[in-house]
């Protein structure tokens, strides 16, 4: 009984020692197995430094011509429009006008006809009230170029024009002279359907600003206080 006894006591704690040994044994090498890893991986990681940095280096280049293809892009869009040209049409007072007439000034530019119903006569009050706030010794113009020249001849259109400013120009002539300025300056014009005599004549109503040199500015708003407006023009003088 004694024996046995002390045999199972033996046997667990030799398996005890057996175990304690092995993990001081075996305790080195995991940790040495550990170690080495970790170096290499600090080495690993300083060689690879090297590449992340061209890396990073390439997507900077990239991005800055990115950029640099954006700016030029959006400079060029802003760039206005090609509107304008030269043109030779016949005033309301039966002499020839070209656009080297204009040369020298800031003007407007308005396309109508005489037999509009509403827009066309509006818009010409609304000139020579911005005419009258610059005062008459202002140097700038205004042309009234109809898109109807059948019915608007130079009487008529001298007729309509009296009732303003005396700066504003009207423009007629063939159809052959005309057709290329409506070109020029993006104007629509399309007579309506029908054989009545009062026909209307469809038409862009935008007013343009041409400098000194005869070249388009913007569309220029008329329908605010003729003094601001007047401002804005004052700017081209």
């Known amino acids: 009984m004694s024996n046995g006894t002390s045999k199972a006591k033996g046997a667990p704690g030799r398996a005890a020692k057996q175990s304690v040994k092995g993990a001081v044994k075996q305790g080195p090498v995991k940790q040495g197995a550990v170690g080495r890893p970790q170096k290499q991986s600090a080495k690993g990681a300083a ?17 800055a011509l990115l950029f640099a293809a954006f700016v030029v892009f959006t400079n060029q869009q802003a760039k206005p429009p090609s509107i304008g040209g030269p043109f030779q049409l016949t005033t309301q007072f039966e002499k020839p006008f070209t656009d080297k007439d204009m040369l020298g000034r800031p ?62 120009v009207g423009l007629t002539g063939a159809r052959e002279a005309l057709d290329p300025m409506l070109k020029e300056f993006r104007i629509f014009a399309k007579r309506a359907p029908g054989e009545d005599a009062n026909y209307g004549v469809d038409h862009t109503t935008v007013v343009y600003l041409m400098d000194k040199n005869g070249h388009f500015v913007n569309a220029f708003n008329v329908a605010r206080k003729p003094a601001d407006a007047a401002r804005e023009l004052q700017r081209y003088l």
């Open 47 to 63: 060689k690879a430094s090297p590449i992340g940095a061209k890396t990073l280096i390439g997507v900077g280049v990239a991005c």
């Open 107 to 168: 003007y407007l530019v308005f396309f109508g006809y005489t037999n509009c119903p509403d827009i066309c006569h509006t818009t010409l009050f609304e000139l020579s009230e911005i005419m009258r706030a610059l005062g008459p010794d202002a140097n700038v113009g205004a042309l009234f170029v109809t898109v109807d020249p059948e019915r608007d001849t130079p009487q008529i259109l001298k007729d309509y024009l009296s009732s303003f400013d005396p700066r504003i």
